[in-house]
C-alpha cells in the first residue's frame, strides 16, 4: 500500500474495528475515510503514515463514538478530520444525542470553543488535550465525568462553566489549561477530583453561598472528594 494515496476503509470489510497496525507505514497514503460502522481504531494503525493530510468521515456522531487506542489524528503528518466535507476547526457543536466523546477524539484541533449538549454523559480520556486556541467550553447541564487528562494542556481557555451534573473530574483534566482562565461550578455537589484535577488553572466556586476561593476548599463547601495535590500550582486568591 506504500504507493496508494487514499484508503476508504468501506471496501474492505463490514468489521467494526481498524485493527493495531492495519496500514502500519504506509507512506503513500494522503487520505483516509472512515465509514460510521467503526467503533474502534488500535494502536498505530496509521503510524507512520507520513503524508497522511486527510481523515474524512459522514457523521461527527459517529466520530465521537470512536474507540481510539490511538488517534490518527496525532500523527507528525497532522492530519485534518473532515466531516460531512467540512474541516474541523474553530466553533465546534457536539451534535444532540452523543452520550460519550471517545478518547482522544479532538485532541489537538485547531478549535477554538466547543458547545457539549446536555445528552453527553461522559468525555473519556484526552478527548480535548492539546487543543492550544481552545478558549470556550459550553457545558449543557447533563455531563458527569470529565475524564483524566480531558482539557490537558489547553493552555488558551479563559471561561469554563461546569455543570451542576458533575460528578467526576478526572487526573490532570485541567492540567495547564489556561493559567488565567475560570474554571467555574454551578453548585457542584458530591464532586470528585483527580490528582492535579485544576493544576495551573484559576478556580472559582460560583455560586452565592459559596465563598470564591482557588485553593483549598471553599468555606461553605458541598460534599468534595479530593484527590492528591488537586490545587498545587495554582494562585491563590
Known sequence: LSSQKNINTEQKTARTKIATSAFYDCTGVTGVVIPESVDE???????????????????????????????????????SLIVNGDPIENDLVIPDGVEMIGGSAFRGLPITSVLIPSSVLTI?????????????????????????????????????VLPESLVSVGDYAFYYAGTVGDLTFNSPTDLTVGTFGFGGATVTVGAATFVVTIV???????????????FIETDEK
Do not use: Q
Not at 61 to 76: D, T, V
Not at 124 to 143: H, K, Q
Not at 216 to 230: D, F, K, M, N, Q
Open 216 to 230: 483549598g476548599l471553599p468555606t461553605v463547601a458541598p460534599i468534595w472528594t479530593v484527590g492528591r495535590e488537586t
Open 124 to 160: 473519556s480520556t484526552r478527548a480535548f488535550s492539546d487543543c492550544s486556541n481552545l478558549t470556550n467550553v459550553i457545558f449543557e447541564n447533563g455531563c458527569r465525568t470529565i475524564g483524566d487528562y480531558a482539557f490537558y494542556a489547553c493552555g488558551s481557555l479563559n471561561s469554563v
Open 41 to 79: 481504531i488500535g494502536y498505530n494503525a496509521f503510524k507512520d503514515c507520513s503524508r497522511l493530510k486527510e481523515i474524512k468521515i459522514d457523521s461527527l456522531k459517529a466520530w465521537c463514538h470512536i474507540n481510539f487506542r490511538e488517534n490518527p489524528l496525532m500523527l507528525n503528518s497532522k492530519p
